[in-house]
């Protein structure tokens, strides 16, 4: 009974949820996931210690960046609950807007080349421009 309700308390935060269900489609590193969240590194980070804890996340380190992704041999109860939130996330708009804020990350990426803080200033100023149109 424990770890169940410890994964839904994990569950109850929409962080979460969101950096969740974009490590679900691929890994990613911290810089991604506050481009496309458009939320400060120590929030990321203080959410992505606690998923990492509970036993979602797997983590590899390529130099200074630490990169995630969903663990290959999560528990089955924490398999569930990821195929529940992907079945009922499937149309929500939020979802939707984060995989589309990932893909502008990613080829914003591709083209400058880095994944720093200075790239993620650029990509926001970007985003924010082109909502403005």
Request: aromatic share 6%; hydrophobic share 40%.
């Given at each position: 009974?424990?770890?169940?309700?410890?994964?839904?308390?994990?569950?109850?935060?929409?962080?979460?949820?969101?950096?969740?269900?974009?490590l679900?489609r691929?890994?990613l590193?911290?810089?991604?996931?506050m481009?496309?969240?458009?939320?400060?590194?120590?929030?990321?980070?203080?959410?992505?210690?606690?998923?990492?804890?509970?036993?979602?996340?797997?983590?590899k380190?390529?130099?200074?960046?630490?990169?995630?992704?969903?663990?290959?041999?999560?528990?089955?109860?924490?398999?569930?609950?990821?195929?529940m939130?992907?079945?009922?996330?499937?149309?929500?708009?939020?979802f939707?807007?984060?995989?589309e804020?990932?893909?502008?990350?990613?080829?914003?990426?591709k083209?400058?080349?880095?994944?720093?803080?200075?790239?993620?200033l650029?990509?926001?100023?970007?985003?924010?421009?082109?909502?403005?149109?």
């Amino acid at each position: 009974m424990k770890n169940i309700t410890s994964i839904f308390k994990l569950l109850s935060d929409e962080t979460r949820v969101r950096i969740l269900m974009l490590l679900t489609r691929k890994e990613l590193c911290v810089c991604q996931l506050m481009g496309v969240l458009g939320i400060s590194q120590p929030l990321v980070s203080r959410n992505v210690s606690l998923l990492n804890r509970a036993g979602f996340l797997d983590e590899k380190r390529e130099g200074k960046l630490m990169f995630y992704s969903i663990k290959k041999d999560i528990s089955p109860a924490i398999e569930r609950a990821l195929d529940m939130l992907l079945i009922e996330l499937r149309g929500d708009a939020t979802f939707k807007n984060d995989l589309e804020s990932l893909t502008d990350c990613a080829e914003f990426q591709k083209k400058t080349g880095k994944c720093d803080m200075a790239t993620f200033l650029k990509f926001m100023e970007r985003k924010r421009k082109k909502i403005r149109r």
